[in-house]
């Protein structure tokens, strides 16, 4: 039992540091987004975690309706980071969100 426990601390660890050694990053991709989520919805949800600088909604180019995911761009990195911490799995217009950093 003792063993299955360092091991869990080890991997639990492990994870903390490689998201510790990602560079962070003012922008943040936003997944898992209703369908009927605008960049209005979206700046105001993000906007109570810091200054939004920039908000994108991807939108399929025939059709015009939402992806279902985004990008929002905060003014520093530490607000980008608390957002994160703050909004990953939580319900945005009826939908649990993931968020995570953005790929450069």
């Not at 601390?9 to 903390?16: H, I």
């Not at 991709?29 to 200054?51: K, P």
């Amino acid at each position: 039992m003792a063993l299955r426990a360092q091991a869990i601390s080890k991997a639990m660890l492990l994870s903390a540091r490689r998201l510790f050694a990602r560079h962070s990053s003012n922008k943040l991709f936003v997944g898992g987004l209703s369908y009927d989520t605008n960049e209005t919805v979206l700046r105001d949800a993000f906007s109570a975690h810091g200054v939004v600088t920039q908000v994108k909604v991807i939108c399929d180019r025939r059709s015009g309706k939402s992806e279902g995911f985004g990008f929002v761009q905060f003014s520093q990195e530490i607000e980008a980071a608390t957002a994160l911490q703050k909004m990953d799995k939580q319900l945005l217009d009826g939908r649990n969100i993931r968020v995570q950093y953005a790929n450069k």
